[in-house]
């Protein structure tokens, strides 16, 4: 029994494999198959997860005998012996067998194989028992209990349960708030125990879609870096559209370490239209790329010589991270719970007691890393919508910050390497005065010569400033190269932050 088992599940394990084999009218080059996944249709869906299962054939003929023939085989079984089959399968494995075919899915379903998956499951004392006290609690439950439900409930239950527990323990996780940065303590150690990755979902015109996983990423102090390369990227000039999106598994397992080869659960981030990259949003070039900026917080590299693809980053900031990366469905993004302002009497209430954090880096080199605390403004600041809230002042030199090394954001693909010059990545964490994250970015930006002339001691060298704006505030950057020493100071540095974000956070009327 345990060989023919054996044999009957290679039989599917090949035709899953068939089925998740592109078409030769795709157009799909050698190998591509290793880094992009293709969803095609509107019925058709192949996840980042399955990407990693693909194999290729020598001889495509066979392939499509081979299921032929394994496909008449399993037709042809009776469903009593596949229903016994599947009772050795563990959960993944069963939603897997439920994507060979019709009568599959129906049989996958059955409940009673997933009353026992979810006894086993969530058994209140399964660490101290056996499996056969396990069959008893399925088998001591009555016949009707079960057949009365519609099938695939207990399949829905399991589910509903386990993503309960992810989100139980998710929060467990993230609780303890470090006092000085106002973010989760233990953001890097959920990273690593939900096994979350990214990837994107890069969209045609046509339809077509091609999902790559995150090559390489690096985590900074209050952010994360992650970055895609390769060769077989897509046209440019065909692609519509690109999601972000957190790729965690389906189900957790706490005594093994994520693979690869589990089902992984979608969690949009961010949509970005590519038309956008146009020469409004470049930010930088070297004698190879051009690096486009789009909100938020996206990178594009594109080789000057042909204007494709060369690579995308994405900086991530820690505030909600893990929350947006893991708790949204593949089309929806992750919802902020509502907010609840603290109200006072205060007179200026709102427009004191913040706290910043802010860093300037790239590819691990940190050029500025500050904290400044007890900011404050006045309702006189009050311009055009925004706040004026003054971090380093123009005319205190002792407030002037220089910047350590040569400022550049370094990049990377398969084959080239290099620095673009004046450009990094900038990291903001703004708390209140009860130390909540009030606003909170990580966005590319560069170093700019001033539109207008600055009041700044622009005799000791040439000015440069760096400006950020989104629909919460804006950050406005000067600094001078000074000649002798060849390093860059910051002069001044002032947030403008929105009148109707302070009013909605803090329940004023300004």
Same mark, same amino acid.
């Given at each position: 029994?345990?060989?023919?088992?054996?044999?009957?599940?290679?039989?599917?394990?090949?035709?899953?494999?068939?089925?998740?084999?592109?078409?030769?009218?795709?157009?799909?080059?050698?190998?591509?198959?290793?880094?992009?996944?293709?969803?095609?249709?509107?019925?058709?869906?192949?996840?980042?997860? &399955?990407?990693?299962?693909?194999?290729?054939?020598?001889?495509?003929?066979?392939? $499509? /005998?081979? =299921?032929?023939?394994? /496909?008449?085989?399993?037709?042809?079984?009776?469903?009593?012996?596949?229903? @016994?089959?599947?009772?050795?399968?563990?959960?993944?494995?069963?939603?897997?067998?439920?994507? %060979?075919?019709?009568?599959?899915?129906?049989?996958?379903?059955?409940?009673?194989?997933?009353?026992?998956?979810?006894?086993?499951?969530?058994?209140?004392?399964?660490?101290?028992?056996?499996?056969?006290? +396990?069959?008893?609690?399925?088998?001591?439950?009555?016949?009707?209990?079960?057949?009365? @439900?519609?099938?695939?409930?207990?399949?829905?239950?399991?589910?509903? @349960?386990?993503?309960?527990?992810?989100? !139980?323990?998710?929060?467990?996780?993230?609780? #303890? %708030?470090?006092?000085?940065?106002?973010?989760?303590? @233990?953001?890097?150690?959920?990273?690593?125990?939900?096994?979350?990755?990214? !990837?994107?979902?890069?969209? $045609?015109? &046509?339809?077509?879609?091609?999902?790559? $996983?995150?090559?390489?990423?690096?985590?900074?102090?209050?952010?994360?870096?992650?970055?895609?390369?390769?060769?077989?990227?897509?046209?440019?000039?065909?692609?519509?559209?690109?999601?972000?999106?957190?790729?965690?598994?389906?189900?957790?397992?706490?005594?093994?370490?994520? *693979?690869?080869?589990?089902?992984?659960?979608?969690?949009?981030?961010?949509?970005?239209?590519?038309?956008?990259?146009?020469?409004?949003?470049?930010?930088?070039?070297?004698?190879?790329?051009?690096?486009?900026?789009?909100?938020?917080?996206?990178?594009?590299?594109?080789?000057?010589?042909?204007?494709?693809?060369? =690579?995308?980053?994405?900086?991530?900031?820690?505030?909600?991270?893990?929350?947006?990366?893991?708790?949204?469905?593949? *089309?929806?993004?992750?919802?902020?719970?509502?907010?609840?302002?603290?109200?006072?009497?205060? #007179?200026?209430?709102?427009?004191?007691?913040?706290?910043?954090?802010?860093?300037?880096?790239?590819?691990?080199?940190?050029?500025?890393?500050? *904290?400044?605390?007890?900011?404050?403004?006045?309702?006189?600041?009050?311009?055009?919508?925004?706040?004026?809230?003054?971090?380093?002042?123009?005319?205190?030199?002792? $407030?002037?910050?220089?910047?350590?090394?040569?400022?550049?954001?370094?990049?990377?693909?398969?084959?080239?390497?290099?620095?673009?010059? &004046?450009?990094?990545?900038?990291?903001?964490?703004?708390?209140?005065?009860?130390?909540?994250?009030?606003?909170?970015?990580?966005?590319?930006?560069?170093?700019?010569?001033?539109?207008?002339?600055?009041?700044?001691?622009?005799?000791?060298?040439? *000015?440069?400033? +760096?400006?950020?704006?989104?629909?919460?505030?804006?950050?406005?950057?000067?600094?001078?190269?000074?000649?002798?020493?060849?390093?860059?100071?910051?002069?001044?540095?002032?947030?403008?932050? &929105?009148?109707?974000?302070?009013?909605?956070?803090?329940?004023?009327?300004?």
């Amino acid at each position: 029994m345990a060989t023919g088992r054996g044999r009957i599940l290679r039989h599917r394990w090949l035709g899953l494999q068939t089925l998740r084999e592109p078409s030769a009218g795709a157009g799909v080059a050698p190998g591509r198959s290793r880094v992009f996944g293709f969803r095609k249709g509107p019925g058709v869906k192949f996840s980042a997860g &399955s990407a990693a299962l693909w194999c290729h054939g020598r001889d495509g003929q066979h392939w $499509e /005998s081979s =299921f032929s023939c394994y /496909s008449g085989l399993l037709d042809r079984m009776p469903s009593e012996i596949l229903l @016994k089959i599947f009772s050795y399968l563990d959960a993944v494995s069963l939603l897997c067998t439920g994507c %060979v075919s019709r009568r599959f899915y129906h049989l996958a379903n059955d409940n009673f194989i997933w009353i026992r998956i979810y006894s086993t499951a969530f058994s209140s004392t399964r660490s101290n028992r056996k499996v056969s006290s +396990v069959q008893k609690i399925a088998t001591s439950m009555s016949f009707l209990s079960v057949q009365n @439900k519609e099938a695939g409930y207990w399949k829905k239950e399991y589910i509903t @349960k386990q993503i309960a527990s992810v989100k !139980a323990a998710l929060a467990d996780i993230l609780k #303890p %708030v470090n006092p000085y940065t106002g973010l989760p303590v @233990k953001t890097k150690e959920a990273l690593r125990i939900f096994g979350l990755g990214w !990837a994107i979902i890069l969209k $045609e015109k &046509s339809g077509k879609e091609h999902i790559m $996983e995150h090559v390489d990423l690096s985590i900074n102090d209050t952010s994360v870096t992650v970055i895609w390369y390769g060769k077989n990227w897509p046209c440019l000039a065909s692609l519509s559209t690109l999601d972000l999106c957190g790729v965690t598994p389906v189900f957790m397992d706490w005594y093994k370490t994520p *693979t690869k080869h589990r089902l992984r659960w979608h969690s949009l981030i961010a949509k970005y239209n590519l038309s956008h990259l146009t020469e409004s949003t470049m930010i930088g070039c070297d004698r190879l790329i051009r690096i486009f900026c789009l909100h938020p917080g996206l990178l594009v590299g594109l080789w000057k010589k042909e204007e494709e693809l060369a =690579f995308l980053m994405a900086n991530l900031h820690f505030h909600h991270l893990v929350e947006r990366s893991t708790l949204g469905s593949a *089309t929806i993004p992750y919802e902020l719970p509502p907010h609840s302002p603290f109200l006072d009497d205060s #007179p200026e209430y709102g427009l004191h007691g913040y706290q910043l954090h802010v860093d300037l880096h790239s590819g691990g080199v940190f050029y500025l890393c500050g *904290t400044f605390r007890n900011l404050f403004t006045k309702k006189g600041n009050i311009e055009n919508g925004h706040v004026k809230l003054i971090v380093i002042n123009l005319k205190n030199n002792r $407030e002037h910050l220089p910047l350590i090394g040569k400022v550049g954001l370094s990049w990377k693909t398969d084959i080239f390497d290099g620095c673009i010059k &004046s450009c990094s990545m900038m990291d903001v964490t703004l708390l209140d005065e009860h130390g909540r994250p009030f606003w909170c970015f990580s966005s590319p930006v560069c170093m700019r010569l001033p539109a207008t002339p600055s009041d700044g001691p622009s005799l000791l060298g040439q *000015t440069y400033s +760096v400006d950020y704006v989104d629909a919460e505030g804006r950050v406005h950057v000067e600094l001078v190269w000074i000649r002798e020493t060849e390093e860059y100071f910051i002069v001044s540095l002032v947030l403008y932050l &929105s009148v109707a974000k302070i009013n909605h956070w803090f329940g004023t009327e300004y």
